[in-house]
């Protein structure tokens, strides 16, 4: 599923008072307009042109395709006296709805209404307005206003300050297209550095991210493009492990611990850990196990330690995403599809210590082709391309092999036999055309995504197209009416249990498509406000996909809240749950948090992230457990999450095969300033949670009343919310104005 939440490009946008504009009635680029396409190892996605109209405003258009996520936009803008944007208008359609935007300068005085927020700011000096969304050529043109500056810095509006910084020139083309291209390297917009191409003359060429937007002329340049990208990028990572890791002079004790035995599970309490060489040597009650003499001695009195958790869903975006990763005090991450060279690139720079990040179980992503082909899929169009590439995954040391919604269903068997042949684990979407049974029936180990599983039980109407923006449009429009008990779900579990077939439900990343209005901050980046640029937090406030005009945001939410007890039901079923998020690195406690909403336990939930996933890829002999002769994969947590699940993001000490970390210098490595705020990480479920009992209802059965706390939405009003203390630390908050 993989949401582009990126904020100065592919950022979706929804509703202001601006009525939206048709894609028929947006720009029409002129013959002479510069043409990008916009394109991924899995094929062309869209076009996106840029020009200069007569009166001298800058201009855009761009139409893109996502798997469906349908992109309709254009931009207008005038530049002012001091060389940045004196005016911007963005119109068009994204897959969360309107995308109108607007930004002007007035009698010193900067404005701006977009789909999320609202807001002025005193305009005394050059600052550049970074739009929430638009085509590519806002970003283009935030490229070349950074180049023009002698210090190649510029203050960014809404707020933030961006710098560039050059990699590396490439020449590129042939003939008289032949020139040579400039990286530069990004900071101030998000937690990692931007790359982008420019020209000779300091003018936007291109980017090129997995997704690319490349001029059509040098659209087949795209891999060398990006594999002189990665090599200057990956120079900065040497530096930043030798940095972070230290290696202990000797054995390593955590004493007075509370400890999670993930094998039972449990907490236990007053423990002690001596880990040496780095593998777990002892583990029991603190007054039976000797400290060895010599050892550092981590007093572990008020704090929590857990194996590394696992992240069964993440996508690795660059190298930043595993110091993200591991500042979380997660140690393992399953990437269930991505750009193999990439993948196979940092596993090669992680074995030779240049690279800081955690374990890494790769799976290959494999599609058919057609117009909802997966970015960065490996396409077959036919069966002996398939099972050819499933022989590929293996022999780059692949763990897996995942499906998507365009690959023709009557490969599958003989794909599968392949890959299980192999010892490859099989997991992914469901293809067009069968339901989450049928593709058990054909040999999956696992089906990934909640609304997967929910497929079971959808109309026959939404089957055939379930590769496009019906797999979320369906279950979003029909999982609210579907009834547990009904013969579809009864099948799917029955076949999951009776198989023991795994789940992978990222229930963030549905969360975050089904609940929240534009504005809304997702419960997952409410801890971490006020530590991150300015740029990136505004992006987490991008709403949920947009309704259906014959449906409301209530609708979608019912839906949400069937989808969770859904998950409820699979657990206590026996369906083994693997924690993913399908995020940006930092979403995995709340993942967790949703499994307490399901009807987990803090222990329970917990295995979901810990041992369970080593099970599924067969490494549990040798982690996910704190157990002796186990690998030394360990975070101190500050806290008590057996009773406060949200305490996990309150990470101190992470040890990755015996080498020690500190949390914090992770964090700040990863682009953040602090740590995520403990209060805000339990009580700030900032979006709206689903079908929760009122304050007053739950006040006398529960238990302590939080202070109520305010959010702004994206109009700018002042919404109160009320929270209260539930089972297991998990705060539930509701708004207390009618309008939710």
Not at 27 to 54: E, L, N, Y
Not at 218 to 227: D, L
Not at 589 to 610: C, K, N, W
């Amino acid at each position: 599923m993989h949401r582009i939440v990126t904020p100065v490009w592919v950022a979706a946008a929804v509703a202001t008072a601006l009525a939206q504009v048709p894609a028929a009635e947006l720009a029409k680029p002129p013959a002479t307009a510069r043409h990008f396409i916009i394109q991924s190892t899995g094929g062309k996605h869209g076009d996106s042109w840029s020009w200069v109209a007569s009166d001298g405003a800058r201009m855009a258009r761009e139409s893109m395709n996502l798997r469906g996520q349908v992109f309709e936009l254009d931009s207008s803008g005038k530049t002012g006296a001091d060389g940045m944007p004196a005016a911007i208008t963005i119109r068009g359609v994204t897959p969360s709805g309107d995308a109108a935007e607007t930004f002007t300068i007035g009698s010193a005085t900067a404005n701006w209404k977009s789909p999320v927020d609202a807001g002025s700011a005193r305009y005394s000096a050059p600052a550049f307005y970074v739009s929430q969304g638009g085509p590519i050529d806002t970003t283009a043109w935030l490229l070349e206003a950074l180049l023009a500056k002698p210090d190649k810095s510029l203050d960014l509006l809404p707020g933030g300050k961006a710098r560039a910084a050059k990699l590396v020139d490439l020449p590129i083309g042939s003939g008289a297209s032949a020139q040579t291209i400039t990286l530069w390297s990004i900071t101030g917009l998000g937690t990692s550095p931007f790359p982008l191409w420019a020209d000779s003359n300091n003018k936007f060429f291109g980017v090129a991210l997995g997704l690319a937007w490349l001029p059509d002329a040098y659209a087949g340049e795209q891999a060398k493009i990006e594999e002189a990208q990665a090599k200057a990028l990956a120079a900065q990572a040497p530096g930043l492990a030798r940095s972070l890791v230290k290696a202990p002079a000797g054995p390593v004790a955590f004493t007075g611990v509370r400890l999670f035995d993930a094998d039972t599970p449990r907490f236990l309490s007053d423990q002690t850990v001596i880990v040496d060489k780095g593998v777990i040597a002892a583990v029991g009650a603190r007054e039976s196990v000797a400290v060895p003499g010599g050892a550092q001695v981590i007093d572990g009195r008020g704090k929590t330690l857990i194996p590394g958790m696992w992240d069964c869903h993440m996508h690795i975006a660059d190298d930043y995403t595993g110091l993200q990763e591991l500042s979380m005090g997660v140690t393992s991450v399953r990437d269930p599809g991505n750009d193999d060279v990439r993948t196979i690139d940092r596993r090669t720079r992680a074995a030779a210590g240049e690279l800081l990040a955690p374990h890494v179980y790769p799976s290959s992503l494999i599609d058919g082709k057609g117009t909802y082909t997966a970015q960065v899929a490996n396409v077959a169009t036919s069966e002996a391309e398939a099972i050819a590439l499933v022989d590929k995954a293996k022999a780059n040391g692949f763990t897996g092999i995942k499906f998507y919604g365009t690959f023709n269903p009557a490969w599958l068997p003989a794909s599968i036999r392949e890959a299980h042949k192999l010892g490859l684990h099989v997991h992914g979407h469901i293809p067009a055309g069968i339901r989450p049974v049928d593709a058990i029936n054909a040999g999956y180990d696992e089906i990934t995504h909640i609304n997967w599983v929910m497929m079971q039980a959808m109309p026959d109407s939404v089957i055939p197209v379930s590769n496009g923006i019906m797999r979320f449009e369906g279950p979003g429009r029909y999982a609210k009416d579907v009834d547990l008990e009904s013969a579809a779900i009864k099948e799917i579990l029955g076949a999951m249990v009776g198989k023991r077939i795994y789940s992978d439900p990222t229930m963030v990343a549905f969360e975050s498509l089904y609940v929240p209005e534009n504005g809304d901050l997702s419960p997952s980046y409410a801890p971490f406000v006020g530590t991150l640029p300015p740029t990136t937090e505004r992006g987490f406030r991008i709403g949920g996909f947009a309704v259906p005009k014959d449906l409301t945001r209530a609708d979608y939410r019912a839906s949400w809240a069937k989808m969770v007890a859904l998950l409820g039901r699979m657990h206590q079923a026996g369906v083994p749950i693997v924690a993913g998020t399908d995020g940006a690195g930092i979403e995995i406690v709340h993942e967790l948090e949703i499994y307490l909403q399901a009807g987990f336990s803090a222990a329970e939930a917990l295995a979901a992230a810990t041992i369970v996933p080593a099970r599924l890829v067969g490494q549990d002999a040798k982690t996910g457990s704190i157990k002796v002769g186990k690998a030394a994969d360990l975070a101190l947590i500050d806290g008590d999450p057996s009773t406060r699940i949200g305490d996990l993001r309150q990470t101190r000490v992470v040890m990755l095969d015996g080498k020690l970390l500190d949390a914090d210098a992770l964090r700040t490595a990863a682009g953040y300033s602090g740590r995520p705020k403990p209060l805000a990480a339990q009580a700030a479920q900032a979006g709206p949670q689903p079908a929760l009992p009122d304050v007053q209802k739950l006040g006398p059965q529960v238990g302590e009343r939080v202070p109520d706390f305010t959010l702004q939405d994206h109009g700018g009003r002042t919404r109160t919310l009320a929270s209260l203390m539930g089972r297991n630390g998990l705060m539930l908050v509701f708004y207390r104005s009618a309008d939710w």
